[in-house]
């Protein structure tokens, strides 16, 4: 048989068929070896696995049973998604924006507010959440950042130094 590609998803996704070409008069019989392995299907060019490996395909002509000479190896690669999480968030000094940074294996490539540089995303509004996306290997995997409260710190009153009693005619002193 032909093989028509291996194929690589992420987890997660549906395991797709595994398929070979054969020609007329032809079907496959698939296996879990090169040689000898575990009959897995027989009589069809498409074998959906479950899990990731390598699968083998061998002719068999319908006809006489005669079988190819060798299999065709088609591989299934299931990639990990990137591990994503928020590291922390931190309002800025006016507290019209923060920052977050991203714990991720991966590279950020979106995000639903402010601007990436690096694995930190700056001047994302304040009192807005946003969606951060990493990518690894064709796979991504995505985030809510919950805006943190920017509020102002607590500042203390002023206290008084005393009040101040003076006569007519005297200069007025600073209070």
Same mark, same amino acid.
């Given at each position: 048989?032909?093989?028509?590609?291996?194929?690589?998803?992420?987890?997660? +996704?549906?395991?797709?068929?595994?398929?070979?070409?054969?020609? %007329?008069?032809?079907?496959?019989?698939?296996?879990?070896?090169?040689?000898?392995?575990? @009959?897995?299907?027989?009589?069809?060019?498409?074998?959906? !696995? $479950?899990?990731?490996?390598?699968?083998?395909? +061998?002719?068999?002509?319908?006809?006489?049973?005669?079988?190819? %000479?060798?299999? /065709?190896? *088609?591989? @299934?690669?299931?990639?990990?998604?990137?591990? #994503?999480?928020?590291?922390? $968030?931190?309002? %800025? $000094?006016?507290?019209? /924006?923060?920052?977050?940074?991203?714990? /991720?294996?991966?590279?950020?490539?979106?995000?639903?507010?402010?601007?990436?540089?690096?694995?930190?995303? #700056?001047?994302?509004?304040?009192?807005?959440?946003?969606?951060?996306?990493?990518?690894?290997?064709?796979?991504?995997?995505?985030?809510? *950042?919950?805006?943190?409260?920017?509020?102002? !710190?607590?500042?203390? %009153? !002023?206290?008084?130094?005393?009040?101040?009693?003076?006569?007519?005619? +005297?200069? @007025?002193?600073?209070?």
């Amino acid at each position: 048989p032909t093989s028509n590609g291996n194929q690589t998803i992420c987890v997660g +996704q549906t395991l797709p068929n595994l398929s070979v070409a054969v020609g %007329s008069n032809t079907t496959v019989d698939w296996y879990s070896a090169a040689s000898s392995g575990t @009959l897995l299907q027989t009589g069809n060019t498409n074998y959906t !696995p $479950t899990a990731a490996g390598t699968y083998y395909a +061998q002719a068999r002509n319908t006809i006489n049973n005669c079988t190819s %000479s060798s299999r /065709t190896a *088609v591989s @299934l690669t299931i990639n990990a998604l990137p591990t #994503i999480a928020v590291a922390s $968030t931190n309002c %800025s $000094t006016d507290l019209l /924006t923060y920052t977050a940074t991203i714990s /991720t294996n991966g590279t950020i490539t979106t995000t639903t507010g402010g601007t990436i540089s690096g694995n930190t995303v #700056i001047n994302i509004p304040a009192n807005t959440s946003i969606t951060v996306t990493t990518t690894l290997a064709g796979c991504t995997n995505s985030i809510v *950042v919950n805006a943190p409260v920017c509020i102002c !710190p607590a500042v203390p %009153s !002023p206290t008084s130094n005393g009040n101040q009693t003076i006569c007519v005619g +005297q200069t @007025l002193p600073n209070l």
